[in-house]
């Protein structure tokens, strides 16, 4: 919403939008001020329209709901389609929607600009105790058009799925995408970088460190996140098996 | 009554016992192997090994000697220490229900393994973890005998250990509260509940010298245990240094399961119910308890870990999972009897 | 091994629980170490077998402080038995006989040809073989008391201390256990006892050692305890009588306000 509207016309954003490690937005975020989802926060400023997400507490929502506040709910989108959905849904609450539509061109743009890599390769996200990204989620999406199959899939059925180095190596995956930045705070996540099988496997298992602030927003960072995995899985010196 | 005529009965029971060991070290030798040969594919387990010894990199190789083996290994020595270290508590406290992780020594162990991560000190320096787990097990083994005394009651025993298990939780709430990673608290959760899986075998070098250390500090202090039997003024009468002896068992323990806990997280029971199950093999006599205790808790943990391997269930169950459903209802079922003979 | 008491004081916490108390023990005796409660009697049994130490004075084993000798040789050469009589574990009754030997081990060495005879011979000396495999829990109080005092046996020390060991034991087992006692000391230990049954002492004991506020009332033969020691030490009159050649005494009713 930040790269929407005019700063003068947001009353306040979420406190979570100024951390630099997990926001896309923190620079346009230090310019307005914040709140922490608190119902009284909210109505001190008075707002025309509130945005909630669908991690805003519950209780929130239904105060500000009972107290008449214009609520627009957003969801998690699991496609891309879904994804531009919600950016022309958020325009047209704030009342921005040719702004809205500029960047679903750019998102568009940016993509149609990125190359299509075959064959693909078969990828694993590992998160923190072995979890993986569901079938169907927007992760998948932004990693298909990187030219890489999700493993999960074969794996097994689809919801939650752990997956444990051992499949990682016996799938034989090209890649594995870690969820975090390699050298931020320390973190069980990003330890899976230090196990030694990742140095024996060698060249048959690429590495991505891939910061979740690109791919848990909707915006023009979901062209970052194609991009950064299509350069580090096809870049110079990667092994295609 | 000749010295001829004694013998025959004295050997027969050293040959009971020599079975024993020889039992519990086949069941924890084929349990270790069998972790071999459980996993999350299908692995040709005798390539792999031949691969191995050959010296070639190929991947069932690699993943049996970087996976399963630290696995396997781990298991079996972390294992060996929660058994051991219940064995020597219970000794040392004249009672049945003293086990680290009741009392709390694997939680403040914990407790200290989690400050040493998210610190970054770990990840500066590598022994920081064992050595901030061991530290945090050594703080609440002294905090223990100073709350619980000179052989004390059960009802002290297990007060003293929920005192102490709460205030590991509230501290390691706190410290994940302010730790600089903001995920932290999420992904620790799993850690906390106790896992051996993708472990790797710098985590084995790093862990298994301080174990070693713990083994030989508990192990000698069979006879001391055997003396207390009769309590403290007999056993100084028999010269054994009860002051001695309890910086050895504090020291022992901590290292043993500081060191555990430092790689596989808190698992608790494992000291509770190989000691209980074992007693009775070796007529109740604390000394002889300890090194089959080990034994016991090696095979122990190692049978839940390929459990937790084979059970269809996914998420994968963790190890302090299934052996708190294993002995929690241990527990109450001691703590019963306990009350009945009382 | 003689044992040397000079000027033996025990204070606590500002109380005077034993004054200056002098000593000497030979081998082949049998003490009695009697008094009112509170009279120091255990306090200085724990001195002796080194298990406390006094705040003046100094106990000598030929000639030796208890420091000099290191507690795990003193531990060979002297047998506690404590008061309380603590089993925490069901043991069987040769295990726990053969606890007595732990001071004679060596370190990762087993039981040895020598500590299976010493633990049989204390067994037979106790009465106690025929219990060899049933566990402690399971005898009476009188049988689980022979059994400790066969594990005290079993150290084969030249020093046997004893705190109260027929207290709570029926008159089978005390005049059993007192006969023991007194059969040891004639094959050469030094036996003391700590008693409160004044007729057993008597009878049992060759040396009567009599304490009282912490200060020693008699240290002679029990022919040297008169009526006059008894009233001061007990505040109680005695009735005396003989029996096939073999006096006793028993206290027989207290004595008006006293403040012993």
């Given amino acids: ?241 | 009554m000749t010295a001829a005529s004694v013998s025959p009965v004295a050997r027969a029971e050293a040959t009971r016992h020599a079975w024993l060991v020889v039992g519990l070290s086949l069941i924890v030798a084929c349990a270790l192997v069998g972790s071999l040969f459980v996993g999350y594919a299908g692995l040709d387990v005798t390539q792999a090994i031949a691969d191995a010894l050959r010296g070639a990199q190929t991947l069932p190789a690699i993943v049996l000697v970087e996976l399963r083996l630290p696995r396997a290994l781990l298991g079996c020595f972390v294992g060996f220490s929660l058994g051991l270290a219940g064995a020597a508590m219970q000794g040392f406290l004249r009672n049945p229900l003293a086990e680290p992780g009741v009392v709390g020594v694997s939680g403040a162990a914990a407790l200290g393994a989690v400050i040493a991560f998210y610190s970054g000190l770990s990840t500066l320096v590598p022994l920081a973890l064992p050595f901030g787990a061991i530290a945090g097990a050594i703080f609440a083994a002294l905090l223990l005998f100073a709350l619980v005394g000179r052989g004390a009651g059960t009802m002290t025993v297990i007060l003293a250990g929920v005192a102490i298990n709460s205030f590991a939780a509230a501290l390691t709430s706190l410290a994940l509260n302010l730790s600089p990673n903001g995920f932290s608290a999420l992904e620790i959760v799993y850690w906390l509940m106790g896992s051996l899986v993708d472990r790797s075998l710098p985590q084995v070098w790093l862990a298994t010298p301080f174990m070693l250390a713990g083994w030989i500090l508990l192990l000698t202090a069979a006879p001391a245990l055997d003396a207390l039997s009769l309590g403290e003024p007999t056993a100084r009468s028999l010269g054994f240094d009860m002051a001695r002896l309890r910086v050895r068992l504090v020291v022992g323990a901590a290292l043993a399961v500081g060191a555990s806990v430092a790689v596989s997280g808190a698992i608790g029971f494992v000291g509770l119910v190989a000691p209980h199950v074992l007693r009775p093999f070796v007529g109740h006599r604390p000394g002889r308890l300890l090194f089959v205790s080990g034994l016991g808790g090696a095979a122990l943990l190692l049978l839940a870990d390929i459990a937790a391997r084979l059970l269809p269930i996914r998420p994968e169950l963790k190890l302090g999972v299934i052996t708190a459903m294993v002995g929690a209802p241990f527990l109450f079922h001691l703590v019963y009897r306990l009350r009945r003979e009382a | 091994m003689r044992i040397d008491i000079e000027a033996a004081s025990v204070r606590i916490e500002g109380a005077t629980i034993l004054h200056r108390v002098d000593l000497l023990l030979k081998p082949g005796e049998i003490v009695g170490l009697i008094g009112p409660n509170g009279a120091g009697k255990s306090t200085l049994l724990k001195a002796i077998a080194g298990l406390s130490s006094l705040s003046d004075g100094a106990i000598r084993y030929d000639g030796v402080r208890a420091q000099e000798i290191g507690a795990a040789r003193l531990a060979r050469r002297l047998a506690y038995l404590a008061q309380d009589g603590e089993i925490s574990w069901p043991l069987r009754v040769e295990h726990l006989v053969g606890l007595g030997r732990l001071p004679h081990r060596t370190p990762f060495a087993g039981e040895s040809e020598e500590d299976r005879v010493a633990v049989e011979r204390a067994m037979k000396l106790a009465e106690v073989a025929q219990f060899r495999a049933r566990t402690v829990q399971s005898l009476s109080g009188g049988e689980r008391m022979r059994v400790l005092l066969a594990r005290a046996l079993a150290v084969e020390a030249e020093v046997l201390l004893a705190d109260e060991p027929v207290a709570a034991v029926d008159p089978l087992h005390q005049l059993r256990v007192m006969d023991l006692l007194r059969r040891v000391a004639a094959e050469g230990k030094c036996v003391v006892v700590v008693l409160h049954d004044l007729a057993l002492a008597a009878r049992f004991c060759n040396r009567l050692v009599v304490l009282a506020g912490g200060c020693k009332l008699l240290d002679g033969s029990p022919d040297e305890l008169t009526d006059t020691i008894i009233a001061r030490a007990y505040g109680v009159s005695t009735l005396r009588g003989e029996h096939l050649g073999q006096a006793f005494v028993l206290p027989w009713a207290p004595l008006g306000p006293h403040n012993g």
């Avoid at chain 1, 998102?107 to 079938?135: C, W, Y």
């Fill in chain 1, 1 to 241: 919403m930040l790269r929407l509207a005019d700063a003068d016309r947001v009353a306040s954003v979420s406190w979570l939008s100024r951390d630099a490690a997990n926001s896309n937005v923190a620079a346009l975020a230090d310019r307005v001020p914040v709140n922490h989802g608190l119902a009284e926060e909210v109505m001190s400023h008075r707002p025309d329209v509130v945005l909630a997400g669908a991690w805003s507490s519950r209780t929130t929502v239904e105060i500000l709901k009972r107290l008449g506040v214009k609520l627009v709910e957003f969801d998690v989108p699991r496609t891309f389609d879904e994804a531009r959905a919600e950016i022309r849904k958020l325009a047209a609450a704030i009342g921005e929607q040719e702004r809205g539509e500029a960047m679903v061109r750019d998102i568009d743009a940016g993509l149609a600009a990125l190359p299509s890599p075959k064959p693909p390769l078969r990828a694993l996200v590992m998160q923190p105790n072995g979890f993986t990204v569901e079938k169907g989620s927007l992760v998948e999406e932004i990693m298909n058009r990187a030219g890489l199959e999700n493993l999960a899939s074969r794996v097994g059925g689809g919801g939650y799925l752990q997956v444990p180095l051992e499949a990682v190596a016996l799938q034989q995956a090209d890649v594995m995408i870690l969820n975090g930045e390699a050298y931020g705070a320390p973190s069980l996540a990003t330890a899976a970088l230090e196990h030694p099988i990742i140095k024996a496997l060698g060249r048959r298992l690429r590495v991505v460190a891939l910061p979740p602030k690109l791919w848990t927003c909707v915006g023009p960072n979901l062209v970052e996140a194609t991009r950064l995995l299509i350069a580090q899985t096809r870049g110079a010196g990667t092994a295609a098996r």
